[in-house]
């Protein structure tokens, strides 16, 4: 089993950027997609991307895409979300996420984090 945890949430003014950093643990020798979902207030969670192992396949969620960047680190077991050109409506719970690419895509990834918050406002 691999764990999350997920880090680098905060308050941020509209237009600005900030990055997230996801940090897996645990059973790091198999091979894991790793994504990013959030959830506002009242609404379901909501997938934005995810990321192969090996760093070379994405795919974003419409409501980010050109506005928000995964990446993973070297050691692999990293990712980061550079979030920029916020807004209000991006204030959400940002969770981490890893599993296979499919499971990930239905939003039933192995394993979830706790969750950072990312508020948008001036």
């Known amino acids: 089993q691999v764990q999350v945890a997920e880090s680098g949430g905060g308050l941020v003014q509209p237009g600005g950027s900030l990055r997230l950093t996801c940090v897996a643990s645990?059973?790091?020798?198999?091979?894991?997609?790793m994504a990013w979902f959030r959830q506002a207030p009242g609404k379901e969670r909501e997938f934005l991307v995810v990321i192969s192992w090996s760093g070379g396949s994405t795919r974003y969620a419409d409501s980010v895409k050109g506005r928000f960047t995964i990446s993973r680190g070297n050691a692999k077991n990293t990712v980061y979300l550079q979030m920029n050109s916020l807004k209000p409506e991006d204030t959400a719970v940002y969770y981490c996420?890893?599993?296979?690419?499919?499971?990930?895509?239905?939003?039933?990834?192995?394993?979830w984090g706790q969750g950072t918050q990312v508020t948008v406002s001036s």
């Open positions: 645990g059973r790091t020798f198999t091979t894991y997609a």
């Open positions: 996420a890893a599993g296979a690419w499919d499971s990930v895509l239905e939003s039933e990834p192995d394993s």
